[in-house]
């Protein structure tokens, strides 16, 4: 997507002469007339002396945040802004911020790039996904809904959108636009994923199996395509599929915690308790903190028939949540 970013115009100011005046340009003649502006346009470049290209910080900065190099970006981006506060250096040191995990400073950026360009549908989506990592989901669907309103062809608007409805639970809207992202962009395989989540969440895993093989179709080193898939299949309780799927998930990402947690579960199903609880295991010395993966490993134990250890893992889920919500790992 382009941005209308309105162009910035030189007026040059004419001041009216009188007759005496344009008498004397006549008789000076127009050789002289151009060895006086020669001269002024000499004078004034001396004055000023190179002015650096703004753009050159901005591009060298984009390519800082293509790398994940954010420091480094906001460093070429904040020389940008110096020389030329303009909407492309604040929206992309905006993007440099909320890499780096500072949300406030990029929401501040974003608000400067509106400013100065209105018609920017970038800005506008940038923020919103910034709101939505926030889980302010009403300010990050208006944003989108300028984004799309500015550009109507943008997939990623829709994408985003969805996202957004479906942390807000409707279900339905969020199908919608995910529908729509597609007719725009039907290759995007993060879209398959995320309408194959909607579906697993309504239990309809027929719709959800097809979104995933179609994301794995188009590519096949997404871990979170497998996850979610086998998570499909233990819904339909083919417990043999949804194991060969986690361990395709590992194989491509084998420091996700919720894949192990998912494949234990599983395991715990098929009544193979020592696999569960060495998967549970594993969960928990990735992310010790997930009291989800201590009320697994309970269950597992209950299954052994260990109730001092389900005892033991019941009570730290507990501990991690006292309001005793745990909630059910599923996909990320």
């Known amino acids: 997507m382009r941005d209308f970013i309105p162009a910035r115009r030189t007026v040059l100011r004419r001041d009216a002469k009188g007759d005496s005046t344009r008498r004397w340009a006549g008789r000076v003649g127009i050789l002289g007339i151009l060895a006086a502006g020669t001269l002024m346009a000499s004078t004034l470049a001396a004055a000023a002396g190179p002015m650096p290209d703004a753009y050159i910080f901005i591009d060298r900065g ?14 070429e981006l904040n020389r940008a802004v110096k020389l030329d506060p303009s909407y492309s250096a604040y929206l992309n040191r905006g993007n440099s911020y909320r890499g780096k995990g500072d949300e406030d400073q990029a ?42 309103r500015l550009d109507v062809t943008d997939a990623n608007a829709f994408l985003n959108r969805g996202n957004s409805y479906r942390a807000k639970g409707d279900e339905l809207q969020a199908l919608k636009d995910y529908g729509d992202a597609l007719k725009r962009n039907p290759n995007d395989a993060v879209t398959y994923v995320n309408r194959g989540k909607v579906y697993n969440d309504k239990g309809q895993y027929d719709l959800a199996i097809k979104d995933f093989d179609q994301s794995i179709k188009i590519n096949a080193k997404d871990a979170n395509a497998y996850l979610n898939r086998g998570n499909a299949y233990h819904g339909e309780k083919k417990l043999d599929l949804a194991l060969k799927d986690y361990d395709q998930a590992l194989a491509l990402n084998k420091n996700d915690p919720v894949i192990y947690i998912n494949r234990g579960k599983v395991y715990t199903d098929k009544g193979e308790f020592d696999l569960a609880i060495a998967d549970f ?4 010395k990735l992310n010790p903190k997930d009291p989800n993966a201590f009320m697994s490993r309970g269950n597992a134990y209950r299954g052994k028939g260990d109730q001092v250890h389900a005892l033991q893992d019941y009570d730290q889920a507990q501990t991690l949540r006292p309001d005793g919500a745990v909630a059910l790992n599923s996909g990320g």
């Open 281 to 284: 295991d594993h969960a928990i």
């Open 107 to 148: 929401i501040r950026d974003y608000d400067e790039a509106i400013k100065l360009n209105p018609l920017g549908a970038l800005a506008y989506l940038h923020r919103g996904k910034v709101y939505n990592d926030r889980g302010e989901y009403d300010r990050a669907i208006q944003d989108f809904d300028s984004a799309i």
């Open 62 to 75: 984009k390519t800082y945040n293509d790398r994940g190099q954010w420091d480094a970006a906001i460093v």
